[in-house]
């Protein structure tokens, strides 16, 4: 399987400090997406990574790849209490970029 | 939730009973998918479509089929439901175009097998 895994699966901040998760994966990839659950809820697209890139930017999102590592990291910038979610990294399958799995996410507590 | 409504939202059922899941989606997308999400599994792929009638396994397929007639509809059916079974299932879509490969996820449904 390509699932990936998350670390930490569980990460307690307070506002303001960053958050850092990662992710590995098993096999090559087209890209890899992190997402975000509210509980209960649906997941929402966050960011989406090339394999042929090694950071991209969005607001306080961070995220970095590295391909010989098969590896992924998030990293959030001055948390807020409404970061407060699940947050999962998907890969595609390689040579199916419209097959994808994800990890088993990291749960992010933000206190306030 | 981008056009996705998943039904019913919430079932309960008894071992044995087929269920089945339907996801409706109004945006006229490729691709639709069924994931199933247990704690400490994240989501697993149990089945996706890339249009009418194509249809192809994930990780966790068995004790699962699926059917898209129609581009909106992918169901989803457990033939014999167990308790194994017992999750929440979220129906996701995707324009399947590379440069756009983002899902976009329905509410979920919780499967409760007793």
């Known amino acids: 399987s390509q699932q990936g895994e998350e670390d930490p699966q569980a990460l307690s901040i307070q506002e303001g400090e960053n958050a850092t998760m990662n992710c590995s994966y098993k096999?090559?990839?087209?890209?890899l997406q992190w997402y975000r659950q509210n509980s209960g809820r649906g997941l929402v697209h966050l960011i989406l990574?090339?394999?042929?890139?090694r950071e991209k930017h969005s607001g306080r999102l961070r995220v970095t790849l590295d391909t010989s590592k098969k590896s992924s990291s998030l990293l959030i910038t001055a948390s807020r209490a409404a970061d407060t979610a699940s947050y999962f990294c998907?890969?595609?399958?390689?040579?199916?970029?419209?097959?994808?799995?994800f990890g088993s996410g990291t749960k992010l507590n933000v206190k306030p | 939730d981008a056009g996705i409504t998943q039904s019913p939202r919430h079932k309960v059922t008894e071992t044995g009973t087929p269920v089945t899941l339907r996801c409706h989606q109004t945006?006229?997308?490729?691709?639709m998918y069924w994931y199933r999400q247990d704690p400490g599994h994240g989501l697993r792929l149990i089945h996706y479509?890339?249009?009418?009638?194509?249809?192809d396994k994930g990780e966790v397929s068995d004790g699962y089929s699926v059917s898209r007639s129609k581009t909106e509809d992918f169901l989803l059916t457990l033939e014999s439901a167990t308790s194994s079974q017992t999750s929440v299932y979220f129906c996701?879509?995707?324009?399947?175009?590379?440069?756009?490969?983002?899902?976009?996820f329905g509410s979920g449904t919780q499967l409760s097998v007793l």
């Open positions: 996701a879509i995707s324009t399947g175009q590379l440069a756009n490969e983002k899902l976009f």
């Open positions: 096999t090559s990839i087209n890209n």
């Open positions: 990574i090339r394999s042929n890139e």
């Open positions: 998907a890969t595609d399958e390689g040579n199916n970029f419209n097959k994808f799995y």
């Open positions: 945006e006229n997308h490729r691709y």
């Open positions: 479509s890339y249009g009418v009638k194509d249809t």
